[in-house]
């Protein structure tokens, strides 16, 4: 029998999801953040701030993405923070508007914010895009 909490064995240990690009999968992964987080010692306004964030950046990138396409959703839990990465295909070549209000509250809810886009990808008809966040647990 394994001995071990599951705080321990979230760490450093990433968590994926893959959900269809749509926003009736958005609850789902908010409940995979939400669970997350909460074995992981974050406060309770942590996670309220973390499961918003998720929803967030899944939103813009559902609202980017091509017809049929996936969210991959990564959760990775270090010692003192949380890293989220979330990668879909985008119709297009804009990046997600980093002067509107949703990216906005994005940079309030969050330590790091980092989003990238590779070249169309023909196999993917698309542009393969990532947005990654950080929140550290504790900050004051």
């Known amino acids: 029998m394994i001995n071990m909490s599951a705080e321990e064995g979230l760490r450093s240990t990433p968590v994926e999801i893959g959900v269809a690009a749509t926003v009736s999968q958005l609850a789902i992964v908010r409940g995979l953040a939400e669970t997350l987080v909460l074995l992981s010692d974050f406060t309770l306004d942590e996670v309220a701030d973390i499961r918003l964030a998720v929803d967030e950046t899944c939103s813009t990138l559902i609202a980017l993405a091509?017809?049929?396409?996936?969210?991959?959703?990564?959760?990775?839990?270090?010692?003192?923070d949380l890293v989220v990465r979330v990668a879909g295909i985008a119709a297009t070549s804009e990046l997600p508007d980093q002067r509107s209000f949703g990216w906005h509250v994005l940079r309030t809810l969050t330590d790091d914010i980092d989003v990238g886009q590779e070249p169309y990808d023909s196999t993917l008809s698309g542009y393969p895009t990532v947005v990654e966040f950080r929140r550290?647990?504790?900050?004051?």
């Open 66 to 80: 091509t017809p049929g396409s996936a969210l991959q959703c990564r959760f990775t839990v270090g010692d003192n």
């Open 136 to 140: 550290v647990r504790g900050k004051a």
